[in-house]
């Protein structure tokens, strides 16, 4: 009985230490995926500034467009 209730912790212990590193990974991509969202709404932001100093620079005018 006592090594079978030594398995048992040294399986929890194990399974214990994977879910812990598992959740360091979510975390890391996590703050990656923040970073990565960040980014593309800088360059969705500066995409909207250029198009529209190019509309302003071109003359033409876009009725019920949102830049």
Known sequence: AASQISSSIETINSVTTESAASISEVARTADDLSRM??????????????????????????QNRRF
């Open 37 to 62: 969202t960040e980014n593309l709404q800088n360059l969705i932001s500066n995409f909207k500034i250029n198009m529209k100093r190019a509309v302003a620079k071109s003359g033409f005018e876009l």
